[in-house]
């Protein structure tokens, strides 16, 4: 999987908890990116970073923030988790803009 | 909104068979890629296609692009059963977007 790990692999919390999701590279790439997959509405980017300390909003950022004091780590938190963040969350990486990307292998949350 | 769209959602086609993808778009593109999941994994980076070309192999894939028609197709000759998973294809403008992606079953 390109040299990128995501934790924990499978998590379920109660509503109202906040959430980190870890994202690790070991490829350096500048390029980070997180993303929920849900049945009917496919991949969707809920924030990216293009560098340390340096991040922005996808199209579904409510409820989710990030962070990436290093090249290597990008977080992902759900403030408080609600069911509707019930998803699975992929992590990404990319060396240059309008390049592949190369994808994690993912993080099932469940929020009950 | 999804940028792209693929087009079936669904495909189901023996053995040996080619299978084609369609994916369509709205707005102009830097580049198109076409990536591969399989069940409860990542997605994975198959071919990219840049807007200035009109056609590429890689392999048992071609990939077409038509930026007139805003429209590319993926296809996959002598498929295998190792072939089954969904297809996504991603428009690279300022942020890639998926769209929702085609079911392809192999049956061997």
């Known amino acids: 999987d390109a040299g990128i790990t995501q934790s924990p692999r499978h998590k379920v919390t109660e509503t109202g908890t906040p959430v980190t999701l870890r994202c690790h590279q070991t490829e350096n790439h500048r390029y980070m990116y997180w993303y929920r997959q849900d049945p009917g509405h496919g991949l969707r980017l809920i924030h990216y970073s293009y560098g340390v300390k340096d991040t922005d909003k996808g199209e579904v950022s409510d409820g989710y923030s990030v962070s990436r004091s290093k090249t290597e780590d990008f977080l992902l938190t759900l403030e408080s988790a609600t069911s509707s963040q019930t998803s699975v969350y992929f992590c990404?990486?990319?060396?240059?803009?309008?390049?592949?990307?190369?994808f994690g292998p993912g993080t099932r949350l469940t929020v009950t | 909104s999804q940028q792209g769209e693929e087009d079936p959602q669904a495909l189901s086609i023996q053995e040996g068979e080619n299978a084609t993808m369609n994916c369509s778009y709205k707005?102009?593109?830097?580049?198109l890629q076409w990536y591969r999941q399989n069940s409860g994994r990542g997605l994975v980076h198959l071919i990219l296609i840049r807007s200035n070309e009109r056609e590429k192999h890689s392999g048992r894939l071609r990939v077409t692009l038509d930026t007139s028609k805003k429209s590319s197709s993926l296809l996959i000759t002598a498929s295998r059963a190792a072939d089954t998973a969904s297809y996504f294809c991603a428009t690279s403008g300022s942020r890639l977007t998926f769209g929702e992606g085609t079911q392809l079953t192999v049956n061997p």
């Open positions: 990404a990486i990319r060396d240059r803009a309008f390049y592949e990307q190369y």
């Open positions: 707005t102009s593109i830097n580049n």
